[in-house]
């Protein structure tokens, strides 16, 4: 297959302010948070819905995970497939499933037409670098109630808003080059996740989203022969002011260590091909850390796409 996707590890850091990162349906959607370390928490799921959103809305691809179509018209998984094969009839059914991106990506499954792909990107879970806290706290709506009577009472509405006050995480993330032959994942492809992880973030402006910001995007893309991984990258970026870390409140107060992230690479140079990564302003002051990657190329997000082409 021409432009297959490259065999590759992925390390996102971001960070949430003032917001609710990623809720938890079982917790009146509080943010997701694990009591015993004191650090938040974002599911993979959260993340490639990121994706997904900003591939279909900001850049008009076809998504098969669809929630505006699904939710509003109550489709199962099949009537959702039914609708693709309406639009390419003629195709087979892989052929058909893999005209989303992202099936191709993340896989997907139409039961009854025994469709069940695993996707070449696979995401971790991830939790906060930092310590931190949900903070609850109440506040009032726009509209006016009725009483039991009909009668207009003119009370503001109450809501509580959940949220942490700071939250920086680290996501691990891998490109499996046999299942990207499986799933027709091409370098493409990959390419424009990337970009969507990067700007999906950036441009979440629901509500309870609205205060998160990408930070560093790291891509080892491994030679061709390689059948290598170094695997889940996140366990060597930590931070060096942990002990107080439940204080912090901002980027430029987390004192990130990155030493054991070079290490790692650089013990695997001869299994990769080369090493893409996008800094923010806001981390630079790490680039002389991270300048010891051998074959190491930097990147401004205006160039993600434009670079790694």
Excluded: H
């Amino acid at each position: 297959m021409d432009n297959l996707a490259k065999q590759s590890e992925i390390l996102f850091m971001w960070d949430a302010r003032m917001c609710n990162p990623n809720g938890d349906m079982g917790a009146d959607n509080s943010p997701r948070f694990d009591d015993v370390d004191e650090k938040a928490i974002v599911s993979d799921v959260r993340v490639k819905r990121t994706v997904r959103d900003d591939l279909q809305y900001r850049k008009g691809e076809t998504i098969y995970i669809n929630n505006e179509e699904i939710l509003s018209k109550g489709l199962k998984a099949e009537e959702r497939f039914s609708q693709l094969k309406d639009v390419n009839s003629g195709e087979n059914d892989k052929d058909v499933f893999l005209t989303c991106i992202d099936n191709r990506l993340f896989g997907g499954v139409a039961p009854k037409s025994n469709i069940q792909l695993v996707g070449a990107v696979q995401f971790c879970w991830a939790k906060s670098l930092n310590k931190t806290e949900t903070v609850l706290k109440p506040g009032t709506g726009a509209f006016a109630t009725k009483g039991a009577d009909g009668e207009t009472k003119f009370k503001k509405t109450f809501r509580a808003d959940n949220y942490i006050p700071y939250g920086l995480f680290a996501m691990y993330g891998s490109v499996n080059r046999l299942q990207a032959m499986n799933d027709n994942t091409t370098e493409d492809d990959i390419i424009n996740m990337v970009d969507s992880l990067w700007f999906g973030t950036k441009f979440l402006n629901t509500r309870s989203k609205q205060g998160q910001k990408p930070r560093f995007l790291l891509r080892i893309i491994y030679k061709e022969e390689s059948k290598y991984f170094i695997g889940l990258l996140d366990e060597f970026v930590w931070l060096n002011n942990q002990e107080n870390s439940g204080n912090i409140r901002g980027i430029e107060e987390a004192d990130i260590k990155f030493d054991k992230l070079v290490a790692a690479i650089s013990k695997a140079k001869n299994q990769i091909d080369k090493v893409m990564i996008v800094l923010d302003e806001s981390l630079e002051k790490y680039k002389n850390v991270l300048e010891k990657i051998k074959n190491v190329e930097f990147t401004d997000e205006i160039n993600i796409m434009k670079k790694e082409r």
